[in-house]
């Protein structure tokens, strides 16, 4: 029983490790901070794998939490990703194979719509100076990270498949 829920609460724990360590300061290229998204790469790597190991309330609940320590507009990331879960839900009806290269893509595709709408609003709503270099850099750092957390949340998702069902 209590293995049962531990071996559930996995993805939540591993989703909340990364929100909280992407906000340890990283820094490369002389003391200059870099910050992959990595929240963003692991939950939506975790909805593309299972998209029910997320309700949409727990989305919720993780993402105004990113939002609220990231500073920014609150609800961003949550409209977004709970977007994704949508379609991603809508996909599976459907007879689609899982290829790679497609879903690289369409991380990177959401991931740049993300990255622009968040950046923008920021601009609007705080008067937000945009570092175009530091936001390059961790962009290219978050798709490059991609494929690593594809695989190591399939080869999670694989292990403890038979916890959930």
């Not at 029910?52 to 993780?62: A, E, N, Q, T, V």
Request: aromatic share 24%; with cysteine.
């Amino acid at each position: 029983m209590l293995s049962n829920f531990i071996f559930k609460s996995v993805p939540h724990l591993f989703v909340l490790f990364f929100l909280f360590f992407e906000f340890s300061p990283n820094y490369f290229f002389e003391k200059q901070l870099i910050k992959p998204y990595m929240f963003f790469i692991v939950i939506y790597c975790w909805l593309n794998n299972d998209y029910r190991k997320f309700s949409p309330f727990s989305i919720f609940i993780f993402c105004t939490l990113y939002d609220l320590i990231q500073g920014e507009v609150v609800g961003i990331t949550c409209l977004f990703l709970l977007m994704i879960q949508y379609s991603i839900r809508k996909k599976h009806n459907e007879l689609i194979s899982n290829d790679f290269k497609e879903d690289w893509i369409k991380f990177i595709l959401s991931f740049t719509a993300y990255l622009s709408i968040s950046s923008l609003s920021n601009v609007i709503f705080f008067d937000y100076q945009i570092d175009l270099k530091t936001m390059t850099i961790s962009y290219i750092f978050s798709i490059a990270l991609f494929p690593l957390f594809f695989s190591m949340i399939e080869k999670l998702s694989y292990k403890f498949r038979s916890f959930n069902e």
